[in-house]
């Protein structure tokens, strides 16, 4: 890492290697920290404190998205523990640490957040509620008012347990269940309703202001304000980014704000410009980047990892791919014989690459971790990395409480990975479809 001139006005420009980059990345969200196997609370509340967000997801093929990048970071842990701190029903008198909004897509934030989406929620009231959307019709204001009603008479109910909308006549019912989720899901976005915690997975809604401390509610940051609070965040938890991987971080509406943002914080010397080697546009011009003050650049990352789809090291495709020169696309909508890689391939983490990707599935029935493909990158073909993540697999085996691994022959990688792990064979279950 060395300094060169600049041409913003007596701004030194430090440059960083493409190794320097990811490690600078990797070791901001937290990875290369022992994983003891044995994960606290603490250590989750930690964990999720770098990253900023933890996203949700519902696919539970190998495990739900939200429990992955905890243990992709920690390792083996406890999945009540983040159930106790994320699902927690909270009261404005005793509120919950976490609260759920679209701070990315849905995902848990610190509940003290709160604030700081008040231009979100407005966005979402002038996309959503305006004088021709359904809400604001009167079948749509009526569904709201009524589900209002009900929070406020009932406290804290799940879609399933709001009465009132469903109306029955001799023509039959005016409405159902899904017209009070959507109203739920407006008030959500708007503001006007929060997750009171969730039973199972079901989300349990109630009136924002039974969740959200009093303290909080009416404090909203203006948007400027706001935008370079949560751009500060996004560098934090970033380490290196450019401003598209800013504006994508918390999924900002503006990138013209975002880069008023950074010129402000740069000004404040909490961002440094930076030139990361191989960063380029189309034209072949350097892209422009900026480092955090706080990051860290280690002389190595020793780790090794299967990452979801949405963990925020590779949620973002295209810096991904000018990162880890990883190009990655789920294929759960593709349909089964057009999939190059499986339902829902995970991308593993080799020190600071990105080696290949696996698609699990726990199945449960049989207690066994099945390794439906797996596949190298092109820099990783030779399966110099195999050893160690079987090892990763085994271990992800006995964090889901699966007795074993089981690989197909699908992909580049079964066999390195079968040879490691001495494991059973078994067909891929659409063998007939892949031949």
């Known amino acids: 890492m060395s300094p060169v001139p600049d041409s913003v006005e007596g701004v030194a420009r430090t440059t960083l290697s493409a190794g320097e980059a990811r490690r600078t990345a990797l070791a901001a969200q937290g ?31 190998f495990a739900r998205s939200h429990y992955m990048p905890l243990y992709s970071r920690a390792g083996s842990y406890d999945p009540s523990l983040l159930d106790r701190l994320v699902f927690r029903r909270g009261t404005s008198a005793r509120p919950a640490p976490y609260v759920e909004y679209l701070a990315h897509e849905a995902a848990f934030m610190p509940v003290d957040h709160w604030p700081v989406w008040g231009f979100k929620r407005d966005l979402m009231r002038r996309r959503y509620g305006g004088a021709d959307s359904w809400v604001a019709q009167p079948h749509g204001a009526e569904v709201v008012a009524n589900v209002r009603a009900e929070l406020r008479d009932r406290g804290p109910l799940r879609p399933s347990e709001i009465e009132s909308v469903v109306r029955r006549g001799s023509r039959g019912p005016w409405w159902d269940w899904d ?40 404090t909203d940051l203006p948007e400027p304000d706001a935008v370079r609070e949560l751009v500060r965040r996004a560098a934090s938890s970033y380490g290196v980014a450019t401003v598209s991987d800013l504006k994508d971080y918390y999924r900002l509406p503006s990138q013209k704000g975002v880069r008023a943002a950074v010129d402000e914080l740069v000004d404040a010397g909490e961002l440094l410009p930076v030139e990361v080697e191989g960063w380029r546009d189309a034209r072949g011009r350097a892209t422009p980047a900026w480092m955090h003050r706080d990051a860290r650049v280690p002389r190595r990352v020793e780790h090794t990892a299967l990452l979801t789809p949405f963990d925020p090291a590779v949620w973002f495709r295209e810096r991904a791919e000018r990162l880890f020169d990883f190009h990655y696309r789920i294929e759960i909508y593709v349909p089964q014989p057009k999939r190059q890689f499986g339902y829902y391939s995970l991308p593993v983490l080799a020190d600071d690459r990105v080696v290949g990707r696996v698609d699990l599935k726990s199945d449960r029935r049989s207690s066994m971790l099945r390794v439906q493909s797996a596949w190298w990158e092109d820099h990783a073909a030779s399966g110099h990395a195999a050893d160690r993540i079987a090892d990763e697999l085994l271990h992800a085996a006995a964090w889901q409480g699966l007795g074993g691994v089981s690989v197909s022959h699908w992909g580049d990688a079964t066999d390195h ?8 064979r078994h067909a891929h279950p659409n063998a007939e479809v892949r031949a």
């Open 31 to 61: 990875f290369g920290r022992a994983r003891d196997g044995a994960a606290s609370g603490r250590t989750l509340a930690a964990a999720i404190g770098r990253m900023g967000v933890l996203q949700i997801d519902s696919v539970n093929v």
């Open 179 to 218: 017209h009070a989720k959507r109203a739920l899901e407006m008030m959500w976005r708007f503001g006007d309703v929060a997750i009171a915690g969730r039973d199972g997975f079901e989300r349990v809604y109630a009136l924002t202001e039974h969740v959200v401390p009093t303290s909080l509610l009416g």
């Open 417 to 424: 990975l079968a040879a490691a792990l001495d494991a059973e």
